[in-house]
């Protein structure tokens, strides 16, 4: 049996969880949060729990019983507190700055990169060197970052890119020089 999926997701006050066939649908003080969940995978919601049971023990059927679990609880997390990851800029010249909701980066290219937020997702500039994603969905919070990630990964040398909050980035040696 699975640790994460026999589990039940414990639904907070404030929270409504609604299932309609294969669909399930979590509403919260933040917003509302749907997904199709997988058929092999059956989901009963009560008042206060939601439960996930699986119809055999076979590989795919395990596997799927701790993800729809956790996907169902991060809903229910998303609806009641949100999700959010933030970036880190590194380099001379590179920043970031709000435009309307929208982000702008100076990242050593020639042009300014514009970045329009998905709808759900909310961007924030407190400083130059930082960017924060939030939203309620996790799934698309963390597409995001790593959509703005993509732009300028952080290279081994100098380090210069945009890198998560607390992402080590192994640093190599350069050449040794002529001698």
């Known amino acids: 049996m699975s640790r994460i999926g026999k589990l039940p997701v414990v639904i907070p006050s404030g929270v409504k969880c609604e299932l309609a066939g294969l669909r399930i649908k979590v509403t919260g003080p933040k917003g509302s949060l749907e997904r199709d969940l997988h058929p092999d995978m059956s989901v009963t ?12 023990d076979k590989g795919p059927q395990r596997a799927l019983h701790g993800l729809t679990r956790a996907l169902i609880q991060n809903m229910v997390d998303g609806v009641t507190k949100g999700f959010e990851r933030v970036l880190k800029i590194e380099g001379v010249g590179y920043r970031a700055s709000m435009q309307g909701k929208s982000i702008n980066l100076a990242l050593g290219y020639s042009h300014p990169v514009l970045i329009e937020p998905p709808t759900g997702i909310t961007f924030a500039a407190p400083d130059a060197a930082t960017i924060r994603v939030s939203g309620i ?13 993509a732009w300028r990964k952080p290279e081994p040398y100098k380090g210069k890119g945009i890198r998560y909050e607390g992402e080590y980035v192994r640093r190599k040696v350069g050449k040794a020089g002529a001698k």
């Open 137 to 149: 969905d996790k799934e698309l919070v963390g597409q995001t970052a790593a959509d703005i990630r």
């Open 45 to 56: 919601a009560g008042d206060k729990s939601v439960t996930v049971a699986r119809s055999s």
